[in-house]
């Protein structure tokens, strides 16, 4: 039997061939598009790159260095401490180490390393952690060109870049150059200011283990940095060590050796004084002036901050803030973080999340590895592990429950912040929201002795200080008062604290209605108690009596810009917009008996060779200077005394125990700000807390709980073994039987006697009582 064999039709097979070729055309065809695309956008993309011939001629320039009045470094701007080094001055075992570290293949490839690339991508499939592949070259392009961010475009132009660089410098230059740029912490710039800074040597007297510590330091300054952290900087510079080793940079027994050579760290120079609004202030002030020169000149600036109060002041605001942040509500973790299970690279994991959660001062950032309801551990970037129970938790509480929201829930990996508080007990807490600005100034001479323009410098740079315009609230009564009294008010007038409602045509705009922040109603009140009292019915009685238009023109007299206070009977709740340094200014005048210094902050300016360039001019303080009459400011004076005594402020003589203190608390409507200004005859202090989108701070938040406390902190220090100042009184006023200072044509019932009681008559519980609030408003 003879089997048939049927072939397959032809045609199919030739449609599916067919198809297949059209599909593989359109592919390379894709490929080829695509491709053209690329190039034709890498080179747009390169015309459009930075011009570098200037790094073939580089020369690092000389820092302005800011200074207090006491000679203490508060900051440096520009190429900061740096001192270049041609590159056949650097030690070979320096290069070594670095080239180590950071690119061993550095005279090997383009510019880019492909291998090593390769190796980071199969790094980041393995453990979805961030492998860095950037040779030196690329770290040049990004040092002098790029920003850090992390996106592909800015990679693309590192690359690119870093073509450019390799086809335009020699290798030795680009090393050269990397060897001197790259930041190495403590303000360090470059591998000779680090030996200088961290060991007190030059270069060439470095052996192979320091070399290898400061090699080990770009990676990450902070978290390698062998003062900050000891510890992770020695297992870095093992590491190093064993690549000098495994290059054959060193031999076995070097390697061995420099393993346990105890390293001798030269304590650190940097100040402890925080002054960065300060120095940035100089530095604009500098640069208003000298322009560009300002970073090449090696200038250096004496301020008239006086560094043990700009400590004082720094950590009184920081504290204030950080207290009121223990009562809000947790907000949750910054960040979360997955932390691998293996124990050996839980350490690497943990500095490298905490390299993008700064700490910032006493606020110290950490990542949790435990945590339950009664006991939180978490690891700080130094490698610390900090344990935190009982009341430390106490901030965090909702945080640990178990039915919290996802964000706000505390758990493993998360990054939170912990303070050190009394007795070395450590809490959880969080970044504030809220923010604040302290400014102190002598008001004999407008110079500014302390200034911190806002919680954290690095967090938020907005100067609060000199930038931030918030309404005063009622520590702006005391300009109002200040101009009745010229109207013929005194200490004694009585003025009725009783409700007040003015209707639309009355204001212009919309029904109004004040309030005292207390709700209540005293009734007939001399002026004197009221402003202790801070009564705001009296205040707005006062200005309807003596004028809105003459109270705006009076409080020009200050230094307050008439059109930031609109002539309108809220003027006298502080409804304006003022700065702190402004309200230091205004306050100054009754510090000093009616003289408006104007504030200031440079003291002198010298060149690279000492020369001087710029001294501030010694503002003598007459009368050319007097916008208020001297009895007007003692007057006021002894009404803002009293409130420091048993007003809104009594706490600030009750717990500095000394009488010669002048101020008035400010709280803004709905208690948006809260405010402190007062003085000492030598010293005027302004404090204001915040948020930057003006919000509430809290019902029970006010200028007396928030901001008093700051001023009182800072005042503590700033008069320590300062005599108590008792003030003479000058011509025109007298005392009256009841204690009360009054102009002399005013007193014994003179001038103003009474406001607004024909409105109102409070209750009394009896008809004798009623009679006697009667004879009081006839007087």
Do not use: C
Request: no cysteine; glycine share 8%.
């Amino acid at each position: 039997m003879t089997e048939t064999r049927t072939d397959p039709p032809a045609a199919p097979r030739n449609w599916l061939l067919r198809m297949l070729a059209w599909a593989a055309g359109l592919g390379v065809a894709g490929v080829i598009s695509g491709a053209m695309v690329i190039a034709l956008a890498l080179a747009v993309a390169y015309r459009n790159l930075p011009e570098v011939g200037n790094l073939a001629d580089y020369r690092p320039k000389l820092p302005l260095r800011v200074f207090s009045s006491d000679g203490v470094l508060l900051g440096e701007f520009g190429e900061e401490r740096r001192t270049f080094t041609p590159i056949e001055q650097i030690p070979p075992v320096m290069k070594q180490a670095v080239l180590a570290a950071e690119d061993a293949r550095f005279y090997d490839h383009d510019g880019v390393d492909y291998k090593g690339m390769v190796r980071a991508a199969i790094e980041n499939l393995r453990d979805a952690r961030s492998q860095g592949a950037s040779t030196i070259t690329m770290q040049v392009a990004r040092n002098f060109y790029l920003s850090t961010e992390k996106t592909f475009t800015r990679k693309l132009y590192e690359v690119l870049l870093t073509w450019k660089i390799e086809r335009l410098l020699t290798k030795d230059r680009i090393l050269e150059l990397y060897l001197n740029q790259i930041f190495l912490g403590h303000r360090a710039h470059g591998f000779a200011a680090a030996a200088e800074t961290y060991y007190g040597k030059t270069l060439d007297q470095l052996t192979v283990a320091e070399a290898a510590m400061l090699a080990g330091i770009p990676k990450a300054p902070s978290a390698f940095n062998p003062i900050s952290n000891p510890r992770r900087a020695q297992v870095r510079q093992h590491y190093v060590l064993a690549r000098m080793l495994d290059n054959g940079f060193i031999t076995k027994a070097q390697h061995d050796e420099a393993r346990t050579q105890a390293l001798r760290l030269r304590p650190p120079r940097a100040s402890t004084v925080h002054a960065e609004f300060v120095a940035e202030t100089a530095r604009q002030l500098v640069f208003a002036q000298y322009g560009e020169e300002t970073y090449t000149r090696g200038l250096d600036v004496t301020l008239s901050i006086d560094a043990k109060l700009q400590e004082a002041a720094y950590r009184a605001l920081r504290a204030g803030i950080l207290n009121f942040e223990q009562r809000q509500f947790y907000r949750g973790p910054e960040a979360f973080v997955d932390l691998p299970a293996d124990p050996a690279a839980l350490d690497a994991r943990i500095a490298e999340a905490l390299a993008e959660h700064p700490d910032q001062d006493e606020l110290r950032a950490a990542v949790v590895t435990e945590v339950s309801r009664n006991k939180l551990v978490a690891v700080l970037q130094s490698g610390e592990a900090i344990t935190v129970t009982g009341a430390g938790l106490r901030p965090v509480a909702s945080g640990l429950r178990d039915n919290a929201p996802p964000n706000i829930r505390i758990r493993r990996g998360a990054v939170v912040r912990l303070v050190q508080g009394e007795k070395d007990a450590w809490r959880v807490s969080q970044q504030p929201e809220v923010e604040g600005a302290l400014v102190a100034t002598d008001p004999r001479t407008g110079a500014i002795r302390a200034l911190v323009g806002g919680f954290d410098y690095g967090k938020n740079k907005f100067n609060h200080v000199t930038q931030a315009q918030r309404q005063p609230g009622s520590s702006f009564k005391p300009f109002v008062y200040s101009a009745a009294l010229e109207k013929g008010f005194t200490p004694a007038t009585v003025v009725a604290d009783a409700p007040l409602f003015f209707d639309a045509a009355e204001t212009g705009s919309q029904p109004w209605e004040p309030k005292n922040y207390d709700g209540e109603f005293a009734g007939p009140l001399p002026l004197h108690q009221a402003l202790a009292k801070s009564k705001n019915m009296v205040s707005i009685r006062v200005l309807q009596s003596i004028g809105p238009e003459y109270a705006q023109d009076w409080a020009t007299r200050f230094g307050f810009p008439r059109e930031k206070h609109p002539a309108f009977l809220t003027m006298a709740l502080g409804a304006g917009t003022v700065t702190p340094l402004e309200m230091a200014t205004a306050y100054g005048v009754f510090a000093t008996g009616g003289y408006r210094m104007p504030p200031s902050l440079i003291a002198k300016v010298t060149d690279a060779d000492g020369d001087v360039l710029r001294e501030a001019p010694l503002v003598p303080l007459d009368e050319s200077r007097r916008v208020l009459e001297a009895r007007n400011a003692f007057v006021m004076g002894s009404l803002l005394q009293e409130i420091t005594r048993s007003g809104t402020a009594a706490n600030a003589q009750l717990q500095l125990r000394r009488p010669d203190l002048y101020g008035k608390t400010g709280t803004t409507n709905d208690s948006m700000d809260a405010w402190f200004a007062g003085y000492h005859p030598s010293l005027v202090a302004v404090v204001w807390i915040g948020y930057d989108t003006p919000k509430k701070l809290g019902a029970r938040e006010t200028g007396g709980g928030l901001a008093l406390p700051v001023w009182i902190d800072l005042m503590r220090v700033a008069l320590k073994d300062v005599p108590v100042a008792t003030p003479v009184p000058p011509p025109g006023v007298v005392q009256q039987e009841d204690g009360l200072w009054v102009y002399e044509e005013f007193a014994n019932g003179g001038g103003v006697r009474s406001v607004g009681l024909d409105q109102v008559v409070p209750e009394a519980t009896t008809p004798d009582e009623r009679s006697s609030i009667l004879d009081l408003f006839r007087r």
